[in-house]
């Protein structure tokens, strides 16, 4: 059975940066490609990042676009999220994911609702 791990959380002031990274931890995969999700309380989940190996795209949301860098390992099933620049609005439970499925487009990549395997999360709180 196939389990993601993420880590890196933690908190920290506006301005300042954090890594997340997730691997999988169990039984081996093939996927397609990984991103990060996150979901702040109150708030429904929304989707980051992701490294998309299959169409050799990265997609970002655009409240992250120039802030986050998302960077995937094919061969490992590993996927990691460089934030800068964080901001208070950017506190919340941070969900690595993997699809084993084919699509193709953005709109695929982009929706949770697309992806097979998923991490625990690991909160990031970033104060003003």
């Known amino acids: 059975q196939v389990q993601l791990v993420e880590s890196g959380g933690g908190l920290v002031q506006a301005g300042e940066s954090l890594r997340l990274s997730c691997a999988p931890s169990?039984?081996?995969?093939?996927?397609?490609?990984m991103g990060w999700f996150r979901q702040a309380p109150g708030k429904e989940r929304e989707f980051v990042a992701a490294?998309?190996?299959?169409?050799?795209?990265?997609y970002y949301a655009d409240s992250v676009k120039g802030r986050f860098t998302v960077s995937g390992d094919y061969a490992k099933n590993t996927v990691t999220l460089q934030m800068n620049s964080l901001k208070p609005e950017d506190t919340a439970v941070y969900y690595c994911?993997?699809?084993?499925?084919?699509?193709?487009?953005?709109?695929?990549?982009?929706?949770?609702?697309?992806?097979?395997?998923w991490g625990q999360g690991t909160q990031v709180t970033v104060s003003s």
């Open positions: 994911a993997a699809v084993i499925s084919y699509y193709s487009g953005s709109y695929y990549f982009t929706k949770g609702s697309y992806y097979d395997y």
């Open positions: 169990g039984s081996t995969f093939n996927s397609y490609g």
């Open positions: 490294d998309i190996w299959s169409d050799g795209n990265t």
